[in-house]
Every structure is written in structure tokens, then in C-alpha cells.
């Protein structure tokens, strides 16, 4: 299924696709609990946190606690199918410091200088058009964001040369599965 949206094509997941990755991050999570894994990022109590990409929200309860009630966790995805599986979530843990986000292609209806921290985590490797996903990940970061962008299905070398090649971020750090970038300014 092909999406042509803000001058970029787009692959969205077929919602049979979507359904089965649902399915099997479940049984995963259910052996091996995953939320705790972003507590390592440094989310700080009242931030602003945005999970891009945010799937069927495995990350977004511990967002949650992690930002505190001062704080706001925004989970956007592009897919309707992940947005109305975070809000049954919200609606079952009653959390009321999350916003769901649908984009629109690589346009997200967040405005500028919004978040303190992002964290896009196995997805970068399906963004086609990366130039105007990460300029877009710029424009809602705040100046002093941090962007914590997971290889996901790609190599650690494809995933560095697209970030250098959108000129909007610079790796500050390398972890074994992801980077830790912070912005550049035009
Ligand atoms: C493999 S899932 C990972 C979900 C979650 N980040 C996790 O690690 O559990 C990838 C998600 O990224 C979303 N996605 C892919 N391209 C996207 C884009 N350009 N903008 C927003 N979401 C996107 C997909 O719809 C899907 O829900």
C-alpha cells in the first residue's frame, strides 16, 4: 500500500501486517518486558517526549511515569491502527499526560521547538524519504533535544550516512543499537 504525501512516497503497513506485529511484540513482551528498556535514555520528570513511530505503544506507559503529570509523552505513528491501540491504552492505565499523533506522511501536527526528547525506535529503516523525516524530527525538537534513533532493520553505516546526508543532526553518541544525535541549526 503506497501513500504519496508531502513530495515523499510513503510505504504504510498493510493492517494485516500491522495486526501481526502487534501480535508478536505481545508474546514478546509477554517473555520479555520491553518498556523499561527506554529508562536509559535520561527522560527527566516534566519533559516533553515524543515516540515517533510509536507502533502499538509498548513504550508509552513508562513515558508516562517517566515525564511525571507535569510532563507530556506524544505518541505518533502513521498509522491509524497503532494510534487506536495507544488510546485503548490510555483510556485502560488512564493516562492523561499523552497526546496520540496520526502524521501525514513525514508532516507531524506538532508545533516547533516542542520536545526535549525524541525517540524513534525500529523505524527509522522503513522511512523512505529520511531527508524530510529528520528535518521534520528538527523542526518539533526543541534547540537542545536529544534524538535517540534506533539502526531498527538497517546497518549501523546506512543509518549514520542518512543522518549526515539530511544535515539537520549530528551523531553525539553511538550505542549498539542506536545513536544519540542533537540538532543542527540553519
Ligand atoms: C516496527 S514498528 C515499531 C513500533 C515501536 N517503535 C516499537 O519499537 O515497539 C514501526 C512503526 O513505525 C511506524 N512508521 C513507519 N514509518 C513511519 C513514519 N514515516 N512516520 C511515523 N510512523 C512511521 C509504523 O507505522 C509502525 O507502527
Not at 22 to 27: A, G, H, P, S
Not at 110 to 128: E, G, Q, R, W
Not at 167 to 181: D, H
Request: hydrophobic share 40%; proline share 2%; glycine share 6%.
Amino acid at each position: 500500500m503506497k501513500d504519496v504525501r508531502y513530495g515523499s512516497e510513503i510505504d504504510k503497513m498493510p493492517n494485516v501486517a500491522f495486526r501481526l506485529m502487534t501480535l508478536v511484540f505481545r508474546i514478546r513482551n509477554f517473555f520479555k518486558p520491553m518498556s523499561r528498556s527506554i529508562d536509559k535514555f535520561g527522560i527527566k520528570k516534566g519533559s516533553v517526549v515524543i515516540d515517533y513511530g510509536c507502533g502499538p505503544g509498548m513504550y508509552i506507559k513508562r513515558a508516562s511515569e517517566l515525564v511525571g503529570d507535569e510532563g507530556l509523552v506524544y505518541a505518533v505513528d502513521i498509522h491509524e491502527l497503532a494510534i487506536k491501540s495507544v488510546k485503548k491504552l490510555l483510556a485502560k492505565y488512564k493516562l492523561c499526560n499523552v497526546k496520540t499523533v496520526q502524521t501525514d506522511g513525514n508532516k507531524v501536527e506538532i508545533s516547533d521547538n516542542t520536545a526535549d526528547l525524541i525517540f524513534a525506535l525500529d523505524m527509522f529503516h522503513m522511512v523512505k524519504d529520511y531527508r524530510s523525516f529528520l528535518l521534520e524530527l528538527n523542526r518539533i525538537g526543541k534547540r537542545d533535544c536529544t534524538l535517540i534513533l534506533e539502526d531498527g532493520h538497517q546497518s549501523r553505516i546506512k543509518s549514520k550516512e542518512k543522518v549526515d546526508k539530511s544535515g539537520c543532526w549530528e551523531i553525539e553518541k553511538e550505542y549498539k543499537k542506536y545513536l544519540i544525535c542533537k540538532p543542527n541549526f540553519f
